[in-house]
């Protein structure tokens, strides 16, 4: 190292031109790399749904849902799949692991297992959904002036023009027309010309399909001669003969009665009191979002200036979120290094502080460029590991640039003071460095959640620490032999330091060292105060609120099968809320989700739910405020609270679910699992910290069980399978592709209403054979049963959620362990008790985090046993982790900051931080007494020795992170608070503690030494 650092100095103009080239190319890798906002965290999903006509919901769940659900279970990389069973219909959601990369290759790999599965004669090929992701901008197109089928043709230019810029991978339309021919059969007139809706089907059927019929030839080869298919009009349905009675022909009209409407199933949506349609756009991976955002912006101006009737809006927009975020982590970065270059001034001087100044850059700049070399994102994680590192990263140049001071105040030449430092520093700080990346270094191999959204943070915490290794050792040394000086001290302000040093370093120091047993044991006492405290004063929070001014609601109507009725509910919250002027954007939907809203909040496809969609004219952090007052409104309007429920929400980051406590009960048989239910909710209802609970049960409804007799299907020559199909088609009707409008197929549907129970019973089924009619009564008896009206699974398991809401002064973690205890204290031996949602997440997380914590010290252990070769010291040194503890939970506690999964992230993190300032000490200290001093004298000097650098040290990094901690939102302001508060009280408490506890380990150390000697 000093031969290398020897060279740099003498060679400094090739080093300074070096380090500017270096710069240079960080700049140009800066605006080549990727800005994007944070990683996406919901796990890939995709979707199998298989149509079984005529199949009951057990013959589905036997024959296609138990062997389906069996093989997506034995692919690799699926995390849970749910399924769905219901009459002649299986749906499958498939989730795999969101640490999974090759996605369409598993899911490659599923669709190929599940197409090996042999399924009964008539079950229809399973159809695979795209994979589930949320889009990056969604624009609502609306107009009060057009109807929606116009609306939706000017949707589909807007979609054109936007699938055609560069870097958009696709663009999708939501809510668009969907206009639906419906033919609404009469079943009573049906019957009376002895027809039946097989009849009907085959005939529509068929005469809607393109029928061949043969080829002419000529000189030129042959010429093929064909009927065209489809049905252009309602009027040509209406002619279509469907039979004869006697001479006269039987038209579809006769039977039934055709329509063109919307498919009443649609989900509706409107955008500022407007009819909407949306369009989400999907952008391609590893691009940067800010300059693709600039240019859908232009397209979106260019497409409104052309028809200024239609309104154009952004709902969600990722790019702007970027561009907000980064610019704020910008800002908190510059400012940051303004502070830290305005602390070194004071501590160290101009030329010191110029020197480590001409650092930063350099180091931030080489540490993006690394980051681009790897492809890495630029996302606001990244920016907040570059602010937390602002203090580390010069630390070391600290420690170098004190130490070249000190030798040239001792009179020793620039250049030689400088090789002097590198001599005597660059073990210890390269000791500090390896620790300080070790305790980062687990949590780049986190997985899940958590672990997907923080992975760039300690990467880019490594590479910057790294980074200022060498620049500490090769480039600081150059500054400092080139420009540094002796002080200049007026003499009253130096003797009056001196007489304030020699009280402190000969009485207060030496005093609290020889109590060693009152100075830990009393350090371990306010540690478990200072927890107590934080648990107190701080909520559990674990994903912390999203830094964007949205408010959702969520709404159900009392009756979920009216539409129209819910979408006067919704109605009814806007209007009640349409007093807050702050609201400059209103979007919401009736019978399901809104389009490309946050995935992990989906609501399910209903027709009397929706969601409401607010965006207000305040700051982030007053979003909570008018959460708070939305509610209060509602609740004082009885037409809200009588007719509905609803939800108001701010947008978090949260992957669980909305409910405090999820409770998952689960058995292989269904019966078992009801009959278990009641018991645990009873003893839910006696439980005081629970404000309210729902159970998420399966539905049942009443059916009729048809048992065909098997003699009599024989005599009347009928088939099992043909009976059913007939009675399925009597039901169901049909659904097909025949009706041609504007040049393209829509959707043709034949539906029929069977009256009463009496006039089923009495269905005319028709023998293929004889061509006879006999009622199915003849052949069938009935029963009446009440079952499930579908079937949900988790992993093969039946299973029923409860979703549990705390009261406000209930303790999360206590309350879970009472709720899961409670259940368990209930159900029989076969039903099976587990956390889902937040509670689930919230114990991976914490056993997530702590085993990275404890594989953290041990690795720093590790490395500082083999400096030290000792197994006492790196354990003394160990002790400033629980020091910062204390710091972390008082100053978390003071502000009460919401105890988050990124303020416990801060806390563990701080294990590689304060430890540098305890292998600092004990690096001298071992010096010291190299060199004759006793154990007391070697701890008093070592402080006297190391304490400028480590206050330094720690000032820098603590005002480093000041803009972090006020700026940094909901996501990294907890993140800074525990940090800085662990700074403080790790400074502040090692001084007296590790040469304390060295003092107490070592100090018989003299007196056998002095026996050996004697």
Known sequence: MKKITQVAIAKYKITIFVSLIIMGLGIYSFILIPKQDMPDLVPPVSSVQIVAPGYSLNDVQKYITNPIEDVILSVDGVDYVDSLTLDNLAIFNIILNIDEIDTKQIFDEIFTEINGVSLPDGVMDPIMNNIIISPHAVFGVSSDAYTLEELTAYAEEFQVSLSEIDKVSSVNIIGASDLQVYVNVDYQTLNNYDLTMNDLVTIINYNGLEIPIGTIANVDGTTGIQIPANFTSITQLNNLIIGVDGVTPIRLSDVATVTMMENPTNINYIQNNKTSVFVEVFFETDIDFTVLGNVLIDAQEDFGDEYPNISVERMTFQP???????????????????????????????????????????????????????????????????????????????????????????????????????????????????????????????????????RTLPLTVSIAIGISYLVALFIMPVFGALFFTKTKKKILTKKKESQKEHTFYTKTLPSIIKKPWLVIGSTFVILILSIGFMLMRSELELFPVEDDNIIYIDYAYNDITDAV????????????????????????????????????????????????????????????????????????????????????????????????????????DYQTLLSNIDQVTAKLSLMDDIDTFKVQEQATQESIVVNLNRNLLIANKLTPIEVQQQISNNINGGSYYLFEYNDSLIQLNILSSIPTIDAFEQMNIRS??????????????????????????????????????????????????????????????????????????????????????????????????????????????????????????????????????TMIFGITSLIGIVVNMGILLIDYINKARMDGETVLDACVSSVQRRLRPILLSSITTIVGLIPLAIFGGAFFTPMAVSLMGGLIASTALTIFVVPTAYYLLERNSDSNKQKVDA
């Open 565 to 668: 009725g819910a979408n006067q509910y919704a109605l009814e919250i806007i209007n009640t809320l349409s007093d807050y002027e702050e609201i400059y954007y209103t979007a919401y939907s009736v019978g399901g989700d809104l389009p490309g809203f946050n995935a992990r909040t989906q609501i399910n496809d209903v027709p009397g739910e929706g969601r409401i969609f607010f965006r207000l004219d305040v700051p982030y952090n007053q979003i909570e405020i008018y959460v708070e007052d939305f509610i209060s409104e509602l609740k004082e309007n009885p037409n809200i609270t009588e007719n509905g429920s609803f939800l108001v929400k701010q947008l978090t980051m949260n992957f669980g679910g909305d409910a405090d406590i999820q409770l998952a009960i689960s058995a292989n």
């Open 768 to 901: 293929s054979i004889t061509g006879n009619f006999v009622p199915l009564n003849s052949i069938a008896t009935f029963e009446t049963e009440t079952g499930v009206q579908m079937v949900k699974k988790h992993n093969g398991d039946h299973q029923v959620l409860v979703d549990i809401y705390l009261s406000e002064d209930a303790n999360v973690i206590t309350a879970t362990s009472d709720v899961v205890n409670a259940a368990n204290s209930v159900v029989s031996d076969d039903v099976r008790i587990s956390l889902g949602g937040q509670a689930e997440l919230r114990n991976d997380t914490f056993s997530t985090l702590g085993i990275a914590a404890i594989f953290a010290i041990l690795v720093v252990y590790f490395i500082m046993f083999v400096q030290f070769n000792s197994f006492k010291s790196p354990i003394i040194i160990l002790l400033t982790v629980p020091l910062s503890f204390i710091g972390s939970a008082l100053l978390v506690g003071l502000t009460k900051t919401p105890i988050s999964f």
């Open 320 to 454: 702007d979120a970027v561009n907000e975020s980064l610019n704020q982590v910008y800002s908190s970065l510059i400012i940051g290094v303004l502070l830290v270059i305005i602390v070194i001034f004071v501590g160290l001087g101009l030329r010191n502080a110029i020197s480590v100044a001409f650092t930063f850059p350099l180091i931030i700049l080489s540490t993006i460029g690394l980051m681009y070399l790897l492809n890495q994102d630029l996302q606001k994680v990244t920016i907040a590991a570059l602010i937390i590192t602002i203090g580390i990263i010069v630390d070391n140049s600290i420690v170098i640039s004190e130490s070249i001071q000190y030798y040239i105040e001792k009179g020793v030449n620039r250049a030689q003071a400088a090789l002097l430092s590198v001599q005597e520093n660059s073990i210890p700080i390269l000791t500090s460095s390896l620790t300080t990346i070790a305790a980062f270094i687990p949590f780049m191999v986190i997985s899940g959640v958590i672990g997907k959204m923080i």
